[in-house]
Nanobody, 118 residues
Framework: QVQLVESGGGLVQPGGSLRLSCAAS????????MSWYRQAPGKERESVAT????????NYAESLKGRFTISRDNAKNTVYLQMNSLKPEDTAVYYC???????????WGQGTQVTVSS
């Protein structure tokens, strides 16, 4: 059974930090490109960051460069999103997404809420 389970969300003050985790199971994690997406109320889901299967290449939404860092540990089947200098506009549900490039197989996590507010 394929699972992507996000954790680490919560309420944080502006300027604070959070580290999201996404634990994968039921598929060959190291064969998948992993991404974080987010969806704010009333807005479309948007890409936050992507990391290659081996972890050597990471890409970010232009507006988030320098504040967010994606990483992965293939030995632990886990992908992370370190979020620093958080702003109220970062408030959203954050989703983990897996994609196998050669055949397009994809999986989504259930999401974790991040709320940035004083």
């Amino acid at each position: 059974q394929v699972q992507l389970v996000e954790s680490g969300g919560g309420l944080v003050q502006p300027g604070g930090s959070l580290r999201l985790s996404c634990a994968a199971s039921g598929f060959t994690f190291s064969a998948y490109r992993m991404s974080w997406y987010r969806q704010a109320p009333g807005k479309e889901r948007e890409s936050v960051a992507t990391i290659s299967p081996g972890g050597g290449v990471a890409n970010y939404a232009e507006s988030l460069k320098g504040r967010f860092t994606i990483s992965r540990d293939n030995a632990k089947n886990t992908v992370y999103l370190q979020m620093n200098s958080l702003k109220p506009e970062d408030t959203a549900v954050y989703y983990c997404y897996a994609r196998r490039l050669w055949d397009g197989t994809t999986y989504w996590g259930q999401g974790t809420q991040v709320t940035v507010s004083s």
